[in-house]
């Protein structure tokens, strides 16, 4: 049988994938704080009021297209574990990703506290969601001239 906190963090990706953020929020303790790390267009902290800012960033990069695929949890008594492996397609340049990421949870009373993305390759994921409109680092840049 799963750790209690296995079956809650399950439920945080089955609420958000739904598009519940109000579920989401219900599996949060009051204070949350969930951080993101790199250059990209979730970096940094937010409480649980900011789930609603970083759901609608992801939507104006990946649209519908964003898949989470849970390919472990780990669960003890105050601590979770998740590899995860994402794929997108960006909206503004049709371009496809995969990255993988650990997500971390720290959970006291049967609530999430914390959450922190960790990124197996940050320069990757910083790339897969630059902020739209940016171009690709992959892509060539137009060289500058200057005329004297």
Do not use: W
Not at 86 to 93: A, E, I, K, P, V
């Amino acid at each position: 049988m799963a750790h209690p906190h296995e079956q809650l963090i399950r439920a945080v990706y089955t609420e958000f994938g739904r598009g519940n953020l109000a579920g989401v929020l219900a599996l949060c303790s009051p204070d949350v704080r969930l951080r993101f790390r790199g250059d990209n267009v979730l970096s940094g902290e937010y409480d649980g009021a900011g789930l609603e800012r970083i759901a609608m960033k992801l939507g104006q990069v990946a649209g519908t297209s964003l898949q989470m695929n849970i390919e472990g949890v780990l669960a003890d008594d105050t601590r979770g574990v998740v590899f995860l492996r994402d794929t997108l397609t960006r909206q503004d340049s049709g371009e496809s990703y995969e990255v993988r990421l650990l997500h971390v949870y720290r959970i006291e009373n049967g609530k999430v506290v914390s959450f922190d993305e960790l990124p197996f390759d940050q320069g990757a994921f910083d790339e897969a969601l630059r902020a739209p409109g940016v171009p690709s680092t992959n892509e060539p840049v137009e060289p500058v001239h200057s005329i004297h």
